[in-house]
């Protein structure tokens, strides 16, 4: 490993134990990133200093905290490079951020005999609440189907959208296939019919450059805890045209302008749909945590991250395919590294677990995106998702490692 790559190492604490006595392979980070140290040290400092709530009070941690979280939305906004600090919303994480368009947008543009347009390599967290939105108002859902190789047949938007589709919601980067959609082509094909777009972000914002005015995207969704912040935070990136016709998606403290019995206004975006004490500490740490994410893709860091992707990525596949009766998924265009397979005669837990005494996390089963799992008929996968972070050496131990493993439960 070069010293650059120590360096990188060395800023992520976890990355540096132990467990079961084997050195720590860490490769789940599709569902969690680990925490550099700037985030570690703000939210320390936050928790046992400037624990204060935010826009609340006229007192000292109250305006340093609200310094702080207002600070990490400016920071989003320039990393996805929103037009306005108000189209940035704070969530608990992309599954909330779907759901609160999901209920707002379609209670407010969503009516019978309409459709919404899914991508087929969906997460179930950009399935299951345009199902429940489909069904109050009465709406077709429409499903984008992938092909053998984990390819979105992205040419079958223009069959499936026509003037009754109201959005059109797809992922960005699979988190099973790993593949990279074009959504600016997705977006085009949408709104020339007249339909909207949301993009489900969690695994893009990780690995891809986001610019939303780029891709023309209504809607941008992703986690804080994927892209190296804390665990409850998240972000919704709206137009402001549509976020201010939406309603609110929960009522209470802070998003209100003027209360009575008789009638209640609203305050201005963003704080519209921020109700109640956010998890403002978790938000707060976005701010660090896109810094680290920025110096992985720039200068000496960002050079070497480079390589060591490239040289994985040519590496791996290549590599899982030796061992027999594994089949790889999602292996046509553009791609992260992540790598979801499957093994003839071994269960994918099983896979996981003893991977897991070997000092490796993996991910396995059905990643919460059972359709697709259907559509390669298998019960489960196990998935290897690599960060920035993560070493050509340690894709070579994997590899090893997994033959070892299938070997013993053969």
């Known amino acids: ?17 132990q467990v079961y006595g084997k050195p720590l392979v860490y490769l789940d980070n599709a569902a969690t990133s680990q925490k550099p140290v700037q985030v570690i040290e703000l939210v320390n400092m936050m928790n046992s200093g400037l624990n204060g709530n935010v826009h609340r009070a006229m007192h000292y941690l109250s305006e340093q905290a609200t310094m702080l979280y207002e600070q990490a939305r400016e920071r989003v906004r320039q990393h996805i ?39 087929g390599d969906s997460h179930h967290s950009n399935i299951v609440p345009w199902q429940i939105a489909c069904e109050r108002a009465g709406a077709k859902l429409k499903v984008v189907p992938v092909d053998e190789n984990g390819r979105l047949e992205i040419e079958r938007v223009d069959s499936l959208v026509d003037a009754r589709t109201r959005l059109v919601a ?62 409850g935070s998240g972000v919704l990136y709206g137009k402001s045209d549509l976020l201010n016709q939406m309603p609110p998606y929960m009522g209470g403290g802070e998003m209100v302008e003027t209360v ?14 921020e109700a109640g004490t956010p998890n403002f500490i978790a938000a707060a740490s976005l701010a ?4 680290f994410a920025d110096a992985l893709v720039s200068g000496e860091w960002g050079r070497a991250v480079k ?52 000092g490796i996390a993996v991910r396995s089963g059905q990643m919460c995106s059972e359709p697709l799992m259907n559509r390669y008929g298998v ?32």
């Open 379 to 410: 019960t489960g996968m196990v998935r290897a998702s690599f960060a920035p972070y993560n070493t050509l050496e340690e894709a070579v131990y994997l590899a090893d490692s997994l033959k070892r493993v299938v070997k013993m439960l053969r």
């Open 81 to 119: 490079n929103a037009p306005e600090r108000e189209n940035i919303i704070f969530t608990s994480g992309a599954t909330a951020a779907i759901n609160l368009v999901a209920s707002s947008f379609c209670y407010r543009f969503l009516k019978n005999g309409d459709s919404v347009v899914i991508a």
């Open 1 to 17: 490993m070069n010293k650059i790559l120590e360096d990188i190492r060395t800023a992520v604490p976890a990355l540096s134990q």
């Open 170 to 231: 797809v992922t960005h980067i699979s988190n099973v296939l790993g593949i990279v959609n074009d959504i600016g082509q997705i977006t085009e094909m949408a709104h020339a019919r007249g339909a909207k777009v949301l993009v489900d972000g969690a695994q893009g914002i990780v690995h891809a450059k986001v610019d939303v005015q780029d891709m023309d995207c209504d809607f941008y969704a992703f986690s804080g805890h994927k892209v190296y912040g804390e665990t």
């Open 307 to 358: 390589e060591e992707e490239a040289a994985i990525l040519a590496y791996l596949p290549d590599a899982l395919r030796e061992i027999e009766g594994l089949t790889l998924y999602g292996t046509s265009g553009k791609k992260i590294p992540l790598f979801s397979f499957s093994v003839d005669g071994c269960n994918s837990s099983d896979i996981a677990q003893m991977l897991d005494k070997l």
């Open 288 to 291: 660090p945590a896109l810094d």
């Open 260 to 273: 009575t019995y008789e009638k209640t206004t609203y305050a201005p975006l963003p704080l519209k749909f």
